[in-house]
């Protein structure tokens, strides 16, 4: 019989909470997925029902919820299989990059995972993935080789480039638009060690930090992917008191070459003053989860983005006027080249990634004004930004369906419309993100 939980059910919360904590799914029905004969019938029942489909494997990527529908949750669904002789790792649906870090370093390979490895390896992929090593790799979902997914016709597919196009272009980038994916097949990287780590700098030096990692983005070799935040402390009792109220720049490193070149490439850094903190040094990639030290535990955050085609001084001053934790990424490398199999992940004409960050809600919290706050920002930004989004970044009310149009290229875009309408043509799959 297949597994359900409804809204009586002592567990429905439980089981329904990830580590987004505003606005939570409030399905009428979970259904907590051990295999994937489980959410075959739990697509087949929400077809014959007449609900939608949701999918949650950890709940980093909390799109726009709506109540009542169908929620299929994988965290039971977490097998990892390494094929070492082709290079490869077979993902079940709840997996975490943890998991497949631990699992690829036993063969000297590495996944190309993210900042955090709680994130579930299978969405971040399908949302593009921009990763620790993706200015040397590209996006993570250029290393989809095959897919397991349920359709909107209750049928469990194996689909790869050669066998159904497709439904794998629109897929890889579409996310949970076309399906449920019950596992993933992706290419590893040949990664044990990093020259890694990050470099923190107090508030006075947090204009000359931000200053000098843009300029030094500049000219950087494709093993170089880094990324700043500037992160205001609250004015708190429970915050240290030399950090309380004031800011810090965080500089994320991660070196996919030589340690001596790493370490005179992050020479200009080190240069910019005394650090707090400075952790940059070999390091293993199962401890690349240091790097961004992401939060672990449930978290109450509103969170935008911009991509930016440039970074000049202006707009630096800008994102030192923000109230809100800032994040810059470097793009660009490899993640602005070709796609080698042909996926609908767009926007790869972006130079960075500016991402604007509000922490510390609680549920319920209302969050007009850090709308207003935020699009602020993002408004003075226009001048270097290019318009569009990445489908990974799109939380909570902030996955509006224009929001989600800007994660593609307009060619891209009507072709999935198109697509969506033939694979899912009752829009089962509504909560995904597919674009609108
Ligand atoms: C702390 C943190 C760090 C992050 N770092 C990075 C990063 O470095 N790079 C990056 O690219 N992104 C990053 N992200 C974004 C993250 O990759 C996306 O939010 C991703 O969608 C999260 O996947 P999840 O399974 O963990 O989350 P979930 O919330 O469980 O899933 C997100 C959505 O994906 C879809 N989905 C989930 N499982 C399936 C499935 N089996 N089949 C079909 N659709 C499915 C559903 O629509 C679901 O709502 C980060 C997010 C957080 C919160």
Redesign the pocket.
């Known amino acids: 019989m297949l597994p359900t939980l409804d809204r009586t059910h002592p567990d429905y919360n439980a089981e329904r909470r ?2 987004q904590l505003l606005d939570p799914y409030e399905p009428d029905l979970i259904v907590p997925a051990a295999t994937a004969d489980d959410v075959r019938r739990a697509v087949a029942h929400a077809a014959d029902a007449g609900l939608s489909v ?10 726009r919820t709506t109540p009542g529908g169908l929620l299929i949750t ?1 965290g039971r669904m977490n097998g990892v299989t390494i094929d070492p002789a082709a290079a490869t790792a077979r993902v079940e ?1 709840g997996v975490r990059w943890e998991q497949v870090i631990e699992a690829a370093a036993r063969h000297g390979l590495a996944p190309l995972s ?3 490895p709680d ?2 390896a ?3 992929t ?6 620790l090593l993706a200015r040397l790799y590209g996006y993570a979902a250029d290393q989809v080789r095959a897919i397991d997914v349920v359709t909107a016709d209750a049928r469990l597919r194996h689909v790869t480039p050669e066998s159904d196009p497709d439904l794998y272009w629109a897929l890889v980038g579409g ?2 638009g076309f ?3 019950t596992a993933l097949e992706i290419g590893l990287v040949p990664v044990e060690r990093l020259y890694g780590g990050a470099l923190h700098f107090a508030a006075d030096l947090v204009p000359a930090a931000l200053r000098t990692w843009a300029d030094w983005t500049a000219a950087l070799p494709d093993e170089m992917t880094s990324s700043i935040a500037i992160i205001p402390f609250p004015d708190l009792p429970q915050v240290p008191a030399p950090l309380r109220g004031r800011k810090v720049a965080h500089i994320r490193i991660a070196y996919a070459g030589d340690p001596e070149e790493g370490a005179d490439l992050v020479r200009p850094l080190r240069a910019i003053g005394p650090r707090l903190e400075d952790t940059v040094g070999e390091m293993p990639y199962t401890a690349s989860g240091a790097i961004h030290d ?2 672990k535990g449930p978290a109450g955050y509103f969170a935008t983005h911009s991509l930016l085609r440039e970074l000049p001084p202006a707009a630096l001053d800008v994102l030192l006027g923000a109230d809100s934790v800032v994040e810059v990424r470097h793009l660009g490398g490899a993640l602005a080249k070709p796609r080698s199999h042909p996926n609908s992940v767009g926007n790869r004409d972006a130079l960075y990634f500016a991402g604007l960050l509000t922490p510390g809600l609680t549920p319920g919290a209302d969050t007009r004004h850090l709308r207003l706050a935020h699009d602020g920002v993002r408004q003075a930004l226009t001048p270097w930004a290019t318009g569009g989004r ?1 489908l ?2 799109l939380y909570g009310e902030n996955a509006t369906p224009e929001e989600v149009r800007r994660a593609y290229d307009p060619a891209d875009r009507e072709r999935l419309t198109t697509l969506k309408a033939r694979w899912d043509p009752s829009h089962l799959f509504r ?3 597919p674009p609108a």
């Open positions: 990830g580590f949701a999918v949650q494997a950890t709940g980093h990527g909390l799109p994988t649906a993210g900042s955090s994130v579930g299978v969405s971040y399908l949302g593009g993935g921009i990763g996310r949970g399906g449920v994916v992401d939060p990445v990974n970044f909560h995904g993100l």
